[in-house]
């Protein structure tokens, strides 16, 4: 009976150095699983989709010069040339996508996330054409024109600046939403002919074109989710909109009469070619945080 006690005993004192031995390792190893921090600097990568299905081109015509000799020839030359020019139309693309981000977070509660995020994309076919033919009667005269214009947009490049406001639906899972600014390279061309029904003896044929390549400001929003799988990696998902400023190209169809030597100019028009860009993109992307 004696023996049984002391074995008794010493089974519950080496339970016991088993228990304060656990809780003396476990004390030294730190707090099990701490609560992420998503405070500080973050550099990433990214690629996915965009669309532009509402790129909209408003080509405007108006009379810029008659000649006062053909009073009445010259006005309906004029007035015709800026019906051909006036025009209203849309582009539609899509491809895809690729570039970076960097930013900065500030976690300002357990669930308030603000922060700054910049990214650059390059797009691909980005190329996109559009064609027209119209005839226009002269208001006096039997005579009309026809009239063509053959518009090709390319959207090179996009970036943002932009805010962010995020929720932390997990200590691990940020919903969040941006808005700033935003900017795009854009490139236009535009191609106008206009024949005069006498033919080119009496009157050539009208033939210019255009070509601009310009960097457009603009603003941006959008909305994604963010997931902390590792303390200092995270992949995301997001969805961004860019609306940039209008790109326009002036130009002139000016009509000549070509039975005289010198030629002598008859009427023109002026012409306004103005593309307002708006874009639509998904991105998957991975970032590094450096907290």
Do not use: C
């Amino acid at each position: 009976m004696e023996f049984q006690k002391t074995d008794m005993k010493k089974i519950v004192l080496s339970l016991m150095m088993t228990v304060v031995s656990s809780f003396t390792f476990s004390g030294s190893m730190g707090p099990i699983n701490p609560e992420p921090n998503w405070t500080g600097f973050y550099l990433g990568a990214n690629a996915g989709y965009w669309s532009s299905q509402d790129n909209k081109v408003v080509t405007t015509g108006s009379t810029s010069y008659i000649n006062q000799t053909f009073p009445l020839g010259a006005s309906n030359i004029a007035s015709a040339l800026a019906q051909v020019a006036t025009n209203n139309f849309s582009l539609h693309s899509n491809g895809f996508l690729g570039g970076g981000q960097v930013g900065y977070n500030y976690q300002q509660s357990k669930q308030v996330l603000l922060g700054l995020d910049i990214s650059f994309d390059g797009l691909t076919d980005s190329d996109h054409s559009y064609a027209l033919q119209k005839v226009v009667n002269l208001m006096d005269f039997e005579e009309y024109y026809v009239g063509a214009l053959a518009v090709k947009q390319k959207i090179n490049y996009l970036g943002t600046v932009s805010a962010r406001l995020g929720y932390l639906y997990h200590p691990t899972f940020l919903i969040f939403g941006t808005g700033g600014f935003a900017y795009g390279n854009v490139a236009l061309d535009a191609s106008w002919t206009a024949h005069e029904s006498l033919g080119p003896t009496v009157f050539p044929a009208i033939s210019i074109q255009n070509n601009l390549s310009k960097t457009l400001p603009g603003w941006t929003a959008g909305a994604g989710v963010e997931w902390l799988f590792k303390p200092n990696w995270s992949a995301k998902i997001d969805y961004t909109y860019y609306r940039l400023n209008n790109l326009n190209t002036p130009a002139v169809l000016a009509q000549r009469n070509g039975a005289e030597t010198p030629t002598v100019l008859w009427g023109s028009a002026a012409v306004s070619t103005a593309l307002t860009p708006s874009i639509g993109s998904v991105r998957v992307g991975i970032n590094y945080h450096f907290t």
